[in-house]
């Protein structure tokens, strides 16, 4: 897995409490940008969607992920759950950049005049490396199945 900078590590980590407060804010808006793709629409549970579930479940883990950016391990069983769901569901490498694209503009739109360019970078090297990690755990899944 790829190291991040410490500054990178501080920055990710000082963005928890607005997540804390914004997430689900933040992950609706991620989903309303990733489903103007219907082929990315497609790949989602649309009841968990419309329930609020999904964006509850998803901003709990990137808080989770904020908290412990610098100790993955802690993550270990949700994200392994995480990629389990993601074989099930059949997502590949090539949807994380599109997800990424959502993401990432989607803080920008919540939190605006709150995060700066290199808030969204250290976000952005955060994600890939986690995204990194999660394709090559998904691979491994994939094989086995």
Not at 50 to 66: N, V
Request: some cysteine; hydrophobic content about 45%; proline content about 5%.
């Amino acid at each position: 897995m790829g190291q991040l900078s410490p500054e990178t590590i501080a920055i990710v980590k000082s963005t928890a409490p607005a997540l804390q407060q914004h997430g689900v804010a933040i992950t609706t808006r991620m989903y309303e940008r990733l489903f103007v793709d219907p082929e990315m629409k497609a790949l989602f549970d649309q009841a968990a969607q419309d329930s609020g579930e999904q964006p509850k479940r998803l901003a709990g883990a990137i808080l989770a992920f904020s908290r412990n950016v610098d100790n993955l391990d802690a993550m270990q069983g949700a994200v392994e759950r995480i990629c389990a769901r993601h074989v099930e569901t059949r997502i590949k490498p090539e949807h994380y950049p599109i997800v990424a694209e959502a993401l990432l503009p989607a803080i920008k739109d919540v939190l605006g005049e709150a995060v700066d360019e290199r808030t969204l970078q250290a976000w952005g090297e955060a994600y890939w490396m986690l995204a990194d990690a999660m394709i090559a755990r998904e691979q491994q899944l994939y094989r086995q199945a």
